[in-house]
């Protein structure tokens, strides 16, 4: 049976912190299901959300989080292809119009109406979550609830980079914030798909995490003398790599990187950085045949085909579980950089 209420972390004023209180459960509208999320992957996007960070304001008083597992437990009268029991995941895109035109050619992402998780409708850092039932994630019931949280935003995000940067098996790809959530899933994602990476990160221990989950290199860029050398020097034949995705969080890499990606190379941003603008020789830009492009999230079939790499036993990427109440724990070492890897929390504390 559903309880009336339930435990929750809440944003109450931006900037922050949550709050841990009880609030009442959601009731599912007619086209949602209601999710007991058992666990929900800690994204930086949460972070941003709550210190307002973005020219797009959020919904308050907030319930943040958009990578929560967990299982059905009710569904509106006009859905009828979850059944109650399944497991289903609370995504960034929460629900989107299906009718714009960005909607009809699936790609959802771009809705100009779009209902996001943990943003502009309440998310997962709370027992019981609501999401439109044509965009919620549909898990396998073979599926670790605990482990495939992160895939939700940070692996479904990363696998659709790394299509979008064109790179091919056997080609370089350089991640910029390798050590961090999305970063650590880029590894694997690439390494299941052929392809070389070199992580770029800070720390001794994001380097050590980064070569067992599988980069070909990693330059430390906080000891580096010259990370657009080294970056380039990790490549066989010294002309850089093929594709960069940008997922830091600040705005020097995003220009750092134009300098040593190879000719006709493509530069895919993720990152979020707060008032960051993006900026490239244009002489090198045009002589060099240079692609900067963007990529937001995934569409519903970019999510199915990111959870079959997690289903198949290829994507192990790491992540540390702690209690739900100690969420803002978790975004004070996010804000220092600390974390390697992803934090998982579990709602039951
Ligand atoms: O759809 C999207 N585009 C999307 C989806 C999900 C998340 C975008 N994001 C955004 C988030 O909002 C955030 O801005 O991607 C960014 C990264 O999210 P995350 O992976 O959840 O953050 P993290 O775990 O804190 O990792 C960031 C890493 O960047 C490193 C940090 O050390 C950390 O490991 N980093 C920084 I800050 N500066 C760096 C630099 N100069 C750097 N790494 C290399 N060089
Ligand atoms: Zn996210
Ligand atoms: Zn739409």
Same mark, same amino acid.
């Given at each position: 049976?559903?309880?009336?209420?339930?435990?929750?972390?809440?944003?109450?004023?931006?900037?922050?912190?949550?709050?841990?209180?009880?609030?009442?459960?959601?009731?599912?509208?007619?086209?949602?299901?209601?999710?007991?999320?058992?666990?929900?992957?800690? =994204?930086?996007?949460?972070?941003?959300?709550?210190?307002?960070?973005?020219?797009?304001?959020?919904? !308050?008083?907030?319930?943040?989080?958009?990578?929560?597992?967990?299982?059905?437990?009710?569904?509106?009268?006009?859905?009828?292809?979850?059944?109650?029991?399944?497991?289903?995941?609370?995504?960034?895109?929460?629900?989107?119009?299906?009718? =714009?035109?960005?909607?009809?050619?699936?790609?959802?992402?771009?809705?100009?109406?779009?209902? /996001?998780?943990?943003?502009?409708?309440?998310?997962?850092?709370?027992?019981?979550?609501?999401?439109?039932?044509?965009?919620?994630?549909?898990?396998?019931?073979?599926?670790?609830?605990?482990?495939?949280?992160?895939? /939700?935003?940070?692996?479904?995000?990363?696998?659709?980079?790394?299509?979008?940067?064109?790179?091919?098996?056997? &080609?370089?790809?350089?991640?910029?914030?390798?050590?961090?959530?999305?970063?650590?899933?880029?590894?694997?994602?690439?390494?299941?798909?052929?392809?070389?990476?070199?992580?770029?990160?800070?720390?001794?221990?994001?380097?050590?995490?980064?070569?067992?989950?599988?980069?070909?290199?990693?330059?430390?860029?906080?000891?580096?003398?010259?990370?657009? &050398?080294?970056?380039?020097?990790?490549?066989?034949? &010294?002309?850089?790599?093929?594709?960069?995705?940008?997922?830091?969080?600040?705005?020097?890499?995003?220009?750092?990187?134009?300098?040593?990606?190879?000719?006709?190379?493509?530069?895919?941003?993720?990152?979020?950085?707060?008032?960051?603008?993006?900026?490239?020789?244009?002489?090198?830009?045009?002589?060099?045949?240079?692609?900067?492009?963007?990529?937001?999230?995934?569409?519903?079939?970019?999510?199915?085909?990111?959870?079959?790499?997690?289903?198949?036993?290829?994507?192990?990427?790491?992540?540390?579980?702690?209690? /739900?109440?100690?969420?803002?724990?978790?975004?004070? !070492?996010?804000?220092?950089?600390?974390?390697?890897?992803?934090?998982?929390?579990?709602?039951?504390?």
């Amino acid at each position: 049976s559903i309880p009336t209420e339930q435990w929750a972390q809440v944003v109450e004023k931006s900037g922050g912190p949550v709050v841990y209180k009880k609030i009442p459960v959601p009731k599912p509208g007619p086209d949602e299901v209601l999710i007991n999320i058992k666990y929900s992957g800690v =994204c930086h996007t949460d972070l941003h959300a709550m210190m307002g960070d973005w020219p797009l304001p959020t919904k !308050l008083p907030l319930v943040g989080g958009h990578e929560g597992a967990g299982v059905v437990v009710a569904r509106g009268e006009l859905v009828k292809d979850i059944e109650i029991g399944d497991y289903a995941g609370i995504k960034w895109l929460n629900g989107s119009c299906m009718d =714009c035109y960005y909607c009809r050619q699936a790609d959802e992402p771009l809705c100009p109406e779009p209902s /996001l998780s943990g943003y502009t409708v309440d998310g997962s850092f709370q027992q019981y979550a609501i999401g439109k039932a044509n965009h919620v994630a549909r898990i396998p019931k073979e599926c670790d609830l605990e482990a495939i949280s992160p895939i /939700l935003c940070a692996g479904i995000t990363v696998y659709k980079a790394i299509k979008e940067s064109g790179v091919r098996p056997g &080609q370089y790809l350089t991640i910029v914030g390798a050590g961090g959530g999305l970063g650590s899933m880029a590894l694997q994602y690439a390494k299941a798909m052929g392809i070389h990476t070199i992580a770029i990160d800070g720390g001794e221990e994001k380097g050590k995490m980064c070569k067992e989950i599988g980069a070909s290199e990693y330059v430390d860029f906080t000891k580096s003398k010259n990370v657009v &050398q080294d970056v380039k020097n990790a490549t066989a034949d &010294q002309l850089g790599p093929h594709a960069v995705i940008v997922l830091a969080v600040s705005e020097g890499p995003f220009q750092q990187a134009s300098e040593y990606v190879r000719s006709r190379g493509t530069i895919v941003c993720v990152g979020l950085p707060a008032n960051a603008y993006l900026k490239a020789p244009v002489f090198d830009t045009v002589t060099r045949m240079i692609n900067i492009k963007g990529s937001y999230v995934g569409n519903r079939q970019d999510s199915a085909e990111a959870i079959e790499f997690f289903r198949r036993g290829l994507i192990k990427a790491p992540y540390k579980t702690v209690g /739900l109440s100690q969420l803002q724990d978790v975004y004070h !070492l996010m804000e220092k950089g600390q974390i390697a890897g992803r934090y998982v929390v579990d709602t039951s504390k």
